[in-house]
């Protein structure tokens, strides 16, 4: 007998990554990751594993003198993947 299972949703990470961040966002989550990807049609984390390896990842990121983002922009962001909870997000597209 066939299994039935609900339908799955996912938001892509590129919604959620403000564009201007695009440059070092992606290599800096990619550093240290809990998690990996590449090479996949889908990688699916819950927003709230993202949202915490975001946190330390994004603390380093808004000490670094190179990169320039401001507290607010990431506390935003945070705000964003807290409030997804167990959302799943696709971190390949």
Known sequence: MPRRSAQLTYI?????????WAH?????????????WGDNNRTLVTAERLHDHCVDCLEDIAEDEDIEVNQMDI?????VLENLGLTYIDLEN
């Open 12 to 20: 892509e990470i590129s919604d959620l990554v403000p564009q201007e």
């Open 75 to 79: 506390d935003n962001f945070l705000r």
């Open 24 to 36: 070092w966002f992606y290599c800096a989550l990619s550093s240290n990751a809990p998690f990996s």
